[in-house]
């Protein structure tokens, strides 16, 4: 691997689970309890249109590692739903990390990995705790010996949330009132570690002038929100204003979307409920606010704050009641595939604001940069300091998002330009929404005749940068759909050529 003689920065990228940007109010939300992230973005540089590459865990945050495209790397669901798929990365997967220990930076990594089973973060060169999972391990042995060194009472929750199931049984477990302090919370105890280890890596630092890579990867806010008085309370539910696109009715949707619904018992649970389940995970976001401000203020105490880059994003959104869902899945609405992404660089300017169709996958070539190292390995991912640094450059106008299933294989692909947003559903009606007339996506105008050429353009452009890509979701689509001429057989089988050249 080639490496630049430039000296790597120190890097701190704190991540959370299952984050709309809109519990920030850096990103309009008035009634947010973000004043740590709001700094954030105040001093560096807010992206309005930063996406995940694909709304769930494991293959998005693999995607973060290895700077590849889930189709590419191949790890496609999460472990707990895992219905066939890869469960870890390829033996000779290449990772940031892996390239960053190469470069002589200590790497640590405190909170949710995820990313496959068999392999921990540890095999990739990460320091650090070892927490399984996809939600608080509460149950973990470090946590229990924090809150015994502590002296802080153990896990106990009441008030719980849920849906009724067609059997009269509970639903899935969605919020629930946590009988402990902030200071016994799994998110506090995550802090404090993250915090030792940022001791620990100042100490080299100073000694040895080793840099560090630390990754703070809070399991929250991702339901089941459970809480403490203090955010469990903190917004009035009174206050909440529902999202728009409550008022779905799935006309014209797919109907995995109306199944989806049933399935999180969103109907079985009053209106109230929904606008308190708001208010949860608003606090949920407030508490974990809190916690980074914790570590934000030991940077400072140790003098790392001028020599370190400072990353916050997460690795998809939730939908917390908007179009009548819950948690993520099988519909690529902006709920669950914009998200928000905060980055401040040393000696960039602050305050600024960009609108550049942005990837959670171009982390990994930023963090290779601010390291010194070639991002060329990370061929889906492009670095974000340009950007950052306020340069005008040439940019893609569109992104493509993928889906691979989540509680059943459900595989999609979607393109997002300026206006409209083309969603490819094979074995269901596709969507199309208006976003300028239409920003909750309540109205598929996918077949709508006054769209046809909206229609037949995009889908050329998706069919098009699947084959650039190598995403062989193209294929079929060519037999199912007017993609326009073709210069390729698309049986792929090499025997007739010269019936498609132009």
């Known amino acids: 691997m080639t490496q630049s003689g430039t000296p790597g920065k120190n890097i701190l990228f704190l991540m959370t689970d299952q984050h709309r940007a809109d519990t920030l109010g850096a990103y309009g939300n008035p009634l947010a309890h ?68 190469e ?27 070892e927490l ?15 809150l015994d060194e502590h002296g802080l009472p153990p896990y106990r929750i009441s008030d719980r949330i849920r849906g009724t199931l067609p059997n009269g049984g509970p639903g899935n477990l ?65 206050d909440v204003e529902l999202p728009r696109s409550i008022a779905e009715t799935f006309h014209g949707k797919p109907p995995v979307q109306r199944n989806y619904s049933a399935h999180w018992t969103f109907d079985t649970m009053p209106i109230e409920t929904t606008r308190k389940l708001i208010a949860v995970y608003w606090g949920y976001v407030a508490l974990i606010d809190r916690q980074i401000g914790r570590v934000m203020e030991a940077m400072e105490r140790l003098g790392l704050t001028d020599d370190t880059a400072v990353f916050f994003t997460c690795d998809h959104g939730e939908f917390t ?24 660089v040393p000696g960039a300017p602050g305050g600024v604001v960009r609108n ?40 893609a106008e569109d992104i493509v998002c993928e889906f691979h299933g989540h509680h059943f294989p459900y595989p999609q692909r979607m393109l997002r330009e300026d206006r409209y947003k083309l969603v490819v559903n094979p074995d269901s009606v596709n969507e199309l929404y208006d976003l300028r007339i239409d920003p909750d996506e309540l109205q598929n105008v996918h077949d709508h005749p006054e769209m046809a050429g909206v229609r037949s353009r995009m889908t050329r452009r998706l069919y098009d940068l699947l084959r650039e890509r190598g995403d062989n979701f193209y294929h ?10 073709v210069g390729h057989d698309p049986t792929l089988s090499g025997l007739d050529e010269s019936t498609y050249r132009p």
């Not at 909170?111 to 973060?121: D, F, L, S």
Request: proline share 8%; glycine share 6%; with cysteine.
């Open 321 to 344: 009641g908007s179009h009548r869902l819950h948690d993520k899945g099988p519909a690529m609405y902006e709920d669950i595939y914009r998200t928000p992404g905060l980055l401040r």
């Open 476 to 485: 079929w689509m060519t037999s199912m759909y007017d993609v326009g001429e």
């Open 132 to 146: 399984p999972g996809w939600h608080n391990p509460v149950d973990h042995p470090d946590y229990l010996a924090h």
């Open 174 to 238: 969605l919020a629930a009132r946590l009988h402990q302090p902030v200071e016994a919370t799994f998110e506090h105890y995550l802090a404090t570690r993250a915090i030792e280890k940022l001791e620990q890596y100042a100490a080299d630092s100073r000694e040895r002038e080793q840099p560090f890579f630390l990754a703070l990867h809070f399991f929250g806010p991702h339901l089941p929100y459970i809480l403490p008085d203090e955010y469990f309370d903190l917004v009035d539910p009174a």
């Open 103 to 129: 470069k002589g930076y200590n790497c640590g990594l405190i909170g949710k990995w995820h990313v496959g089973t068999r392999r921990t973060a540890a095999d990739y060169g990460f320091d650090g705790p």
């Open 356 to 395: 550049e169709f942005v990837s959670l996958l171009d982390c990994t070539a930023t963090i290779l940069e601010l390291a010194g190292v070639d991002p060329e390995p990370a061929v889906d991912s492009r670095s974000l300091l340009p950007l950052v640094r306020g340069e005008e450059t040439d940019w």
């Open 34 to 101: 973000t004043p740590v992230l709001d700094e954030l973005a105040a001093t560096g540089t807010r992206f309005d249109r930063w996406y995940t590459p694909t709304a769930i865990c494991t293959p998005a945050r693999a995607s973060l590692l290895t700077g590849q495209a889930p189709f590419r790397h191949k790890l496609l669901a999460n472990h707990e739903r895992n219905v066939g798929y890869l469960e870890d990365l390829a033996e000779d997967q290449f990772t940031f990390s892996h390239a960053l220990r």
